[in-house]
Every structure is written in C-alpha cells, then in structure tokens.
C-alpha cells in the first residue's frame, strides 16, 4: 500500500516528529528544517537539530532543553497550559503528502519511457492530481492536540510506558468507527480469520471489564485497521517484551501513581503475532505508520492501542506491541483531572 494523501490516517501528537530524514531531498539545517514544495517551517526553537547518519539519512535529534517540545516530553501537554501554542495536526501528514507525490511522479516518469506504460501512467497522472486538490483545499487539516502523554506517563503495572493524545477533530473530518466489512477482510486475505460475523461493517464496541487484553487466553484472537497495512489478524503471545526507546532517551523519569520515581529504560509491552492465513508461520500484523490503531476482538470490542513493532533478529515480519485501552483511558482521566468524568468509544 502505497502513501495516501486521501484518506485519514492516524495522527501524532508531536508536532515536529517525522519532519526529518523521509523525503528524497533532505536539508541539514541545524535551526529548522524546511519541507521540500512548501512554505511550512517548524518553530527553530522545537525543531531538534538532524544528524546525518550517512549520505542520505538523517535522525532526529534530542530536543533542545527547555524548549516547549523538551517540556512537553517531559510533561502531560495540556493546551491549557499553553495558550498561546496552537499544535494543529494534519492527516495525511504534509511530509508524507510530499513524499506520496514525489513517488507519483518517479513512476509516472518511469512507465512514459515504456511503451506499454501509458495507461498507468494516466492513471497516476489522475491519482496525483486528487492528491494536490486534497492539499490545495486544506482537506488536510484534522484538529488540534488538546493534551498529550508525552514520554514520561506510564503505569503501575509492570512498568508500562503509555504513549496517547487528545485530539479535537475538525467536523469535516469525522467519521464513523465502523469495522471492516467482509468485502475488506476477503480482499485483505480471502476472508479467512475474521472477527464474528456480526461486525462486519458495525460500529466499534467499547471494552467490556470481563474481556480485557491481560485476561485474554494465550492464542486467543484479535484484529487491527492499520493506517498503512489495513486489517489484520494476530493471536495473543504467551510472551511479553520489555524494550528501550530510543526517542525517550533523554527522559529519565516517570509518572507512577501520582510520584515522579526514576526508572529503568525498559517498558513491558503485550505482543500480538501476526496469522492471516490458516497454516501461516509468521504473518505481519502491523507496519510502520500503523501506531495508534485501535487492537479489538472477535466481539468488536477495543482491547488495545497499537502502541510500535518489533523486528527480532531472524523474523522476517515481527511483531506487534500493545498497549491495554483501559489503561489508556485510566492516564486520560487522571491527566483531565476534574474536567473529564468518562471516556468512550463513539457509537455514532
């Protein structure tokens, strides 16, 4: 599946992440990094210093400290907070609008040199075209970051980082949450492992305290909607993962019930592995991209935020790593403090 400026995907909720080291023509600017075909420019003050990795690959630096990002990362984000900061979020992510049209036109370039190449080459031509009207009318603009985790909430339980934001979506943007119909599970992979019949095309169920993902039998069953991989299936891990991050290395502390405690590096995530197919060894249940997408059963009922993957050594597609959603929506409710008595899942 190839980028898609089109449709809604998920957001992030740091604004500067992923400005860096994706397009073709990367800029090594050490005060802000300007986005190849646009006027857009992060704040220098936010915008971590690149560096260059090799010839063409640049990673994001360590934020400046006490810069609002620095905080941020260091600190629950509450728009409150700072009210004069305006974080909108885009969706399609203006970087991979650039990059999906810089793609476009390499291929389209590519099949005019065949001579059999035309009527895709067309057919790109067209797909470009949607992609600049949906830019060039600001379709792409999602809503504003109202709060975010940053890097240092995490749980009581087993030491669990928490990764989430709260995001006020512009109406134009809204949609249902609505489960993939079977056309779309038959397309994905022939239909087969799917959730139960009745949740095809239904709307999304909130969780039920009797179904939760740490109660979950070892084997049993879930799916996901990837913003980049689509749907998928994966089955619950008798295994669990503690792992570094590499983007909350220069936090040190965490948020437990309430204290600022010092920690280890390591964060205990639930695995899914992916099996699409019946007789499947190793099948993929997420992609990069694919980060923030909602884990549910065969109920329909969410489990789980997407949280990353993982690529052990020897694996040829990984795995996935999930956060529980009671846990997600327990750290929103203390974050709100007073000004949030319940969390739910949309039903309309």
């Not at 139960?196 to 993902?213: K, M, V, Y």
């Not at 205990?268 to 992916?274: P, S, Y």
Request: proline share 6%; aromatic share 8%; hydrophobic share 30%.
């Amino acid at each position: 599946m190839e980028p898609d400026s089109s449709t809604p995907g998920r957001a992030s909720g740091r604004s500067t992440q992923g400005l860096t080291g994706s397009l073709p023509t990367p800029s090594t600017s050490s005060s802000a990094l300007e986005l190849p075909g646009t006027s857009h420019t992060p704040d220098p003050e936010d915008t971590p210093e690149q560096i260059q990795v090799d010839s063409v690959t640049l990673v994001e630096g360590t934020p400046r400290v006490d810069s609002k990002l620095w905080k941020a990362d260091h600190a629950v984000f509450r728009q409150r907070k700072y009210p004069n900061e305006t974080m909108e979020l885009e969706s399609t992510a203006r970087v991979k609008h650039n990059y999906t049209v810089w793609y476009l036109d390499t291929m389209i370039q590519k099949m005019r040199t065949q001579t059999s190449g035309g009527p895709l080459a067309e057919k790109m031509e067209t797909e470009k075209a949607s992609k600049i009207s949906f830019f060039d009318n600001q379709r792409y603009k999602y809503g504003k970051v109202r709060m975010a985790s940053g890097f240092g909430r995490g749980t009581s339980d087993r030491n669990r980082r928490l990764d989430w934001a709260v995001i006020d979506v512009y109406p134009s943007r809204v949609g249902e949450n609505r489960l993939p119909t079977f056309e779309a599970w038959e397309s994905a992979f022939g239909g087969l492992n799917t959730p139960n019949l009745d949740t095809f095309g239904a709307l999304l169920q909130p969780p039920h305290p009797s179904r939760l993902l740490k109660d979950m039998a070892l084997g049993a069953s879930v799916w996901k909607v990837g913003a980049t991989s689509g749907p998928s299936h994966g089955v619950y891990s008798e295994y669990k993962v503690k792992r570094t991050l590499k983007d909350d290395a220069h936090v040190t502390a965490i948020r437990i019930d309430g204290r600022t405690v010092t920690v280890s590096k390591y964060s205990e995530q639930f695995v899914i592995i992916g099996h699409n197919r019946p007789g499947e060894v190793e099948g993929r249940f997420c992609g990069p991209g694919d980060s923030g997408a909602v884990v549910f059963n065969a109920r329909g009922e969410a489990v789980g935020l997407l949280f990353s993957g993982q690529m052990p050594d020897l694996s040829r597609v990984g795995y996935g790593l999930v956060t529980p959603i009671e846990e997600v929506f327990a750290d929103i409710k203390a974050c709100a403090k007073d000004q949030t008595e319940d969390i739910r899942i949309a039903m309309a």
